[in-house]
């Protein structure tokens, strides 16, 4: 609409209403035109980070040597998650095989990632939680799949303190489910709290505080406001659910209402 009415005023002041009606349809013709290139690059844009996400994820999964059936699973909840259908699932289903390959080269594919989010931190975040998610199916993270996972953190500007955290809030999310009215273990409690970034020690008010400031951070919402894209939301979703879940496990632990 702004293209249609900048080039009517022009036209009218040019050409009195013969040039009116050229500039207005010259202003469609330029906001159709533009539309289409906005939205063919959002798709490319998109089908790019697909590719780089699924061919990162095969690396990883592969980094121990074996890919479990559990991993596989994983990579499936993903495709799921992310609403994948036709072409696009095709496509990341190819992107995952070829990431399993001895000759796939990680760091050009880390780069090539980085570049298309173009560093926003929350899309950073939710991608490097699908990794986690996957190679953590099968129930612990392997030193390799660890490794691996620190070294895409650091290409992408995070550090092994992100990677340690995002897999304590995972393992406090996926430990299984304690009784009603029973403490949960010491070493998931442990990684509850590593998970809301606190030790401990923390008082009842700093643990609130720790609460309060993660799960604002990782609303969809404000997430969305930040330029996530829509077909991530279901992962920052399950983001908000894990931290749910270990801020319920300290809660329980130290009785705080």
């Known amino acids: ?36 290139s906005i939205i063919g690059g959002l798709r490319v844009a998109q089908s790019q980070l697909i590719d780089s996400t699924f061919a990162i994820m095969g690396a990883l999964c592969k980094a121990d ?14 495709f799921r998650m992310l609403k994948l259908q036709g072409e696009q699932l095709e496509q990341a289903k190819a992107a995952f095989n070829r990431g399993k390959q001895p000759g796939f080269d990680l760091d050009a594919a880390v780069d090539r990632f980085a570049r298309i989010s173009r560093g ?4 950073l975040q939710l991608f490097l939680q699908l ?11 392997d030193p390799a799949e660890h490794a691996m996972l620190v070294r895409i953190a650091r290409r992408l500007g995070l550090g092994e303190a992100d990677v ?15 009784a009603a009215g029973r403490a949960p273990s010491k070493d998931r409690l442990a990684d509850a709290y590593a998970a809301l970034g606190i030790t401990p020690a923390a008082s009842a008010a700093d643990i609130k505080r720790a609460y309060r400031k993660l799960i604002s951070q990782n609303h969809p919402d404000k997430l ?3 330029g996530l894209p829509e077909s991530m939301r279901a992962v920052a979703e399950e983001r908000s659910r894990e931290i749910n879940s270990a801020y319920d496990l300290i809660k329980t632990a130290r009785n705080i209402k």
């Open 1 to 36: 609409m702004f293209f249609i009415v900048i080039g009517a005023m022009i036209g009218a002041i040019f050409g009195g209403f013969p040039g009116l009606f050229f500039g207005g349809l010259l202003g469609y013709v330029v906001n159709v035109a533009l539309q289409h």
């Open 65 to 78: 040597n074996v890919v479990s059936r559990d991993e596989i699973n994983a990579v499936e909840q993903a």
């Open 120 to 123: 926003r931190g929350p899309l």
């Open 131 to 141: 990794q986690v998610m996957a190679v953590a199916a099968d129930g612990r993270i």
């Open 164 to 178: 340690s955290q995002l897999e304590a809030l995972l393992r406090a999310a996926t430990g299984g489910p304690s």
């Open 224 to 226: 969305a406001a930040r």
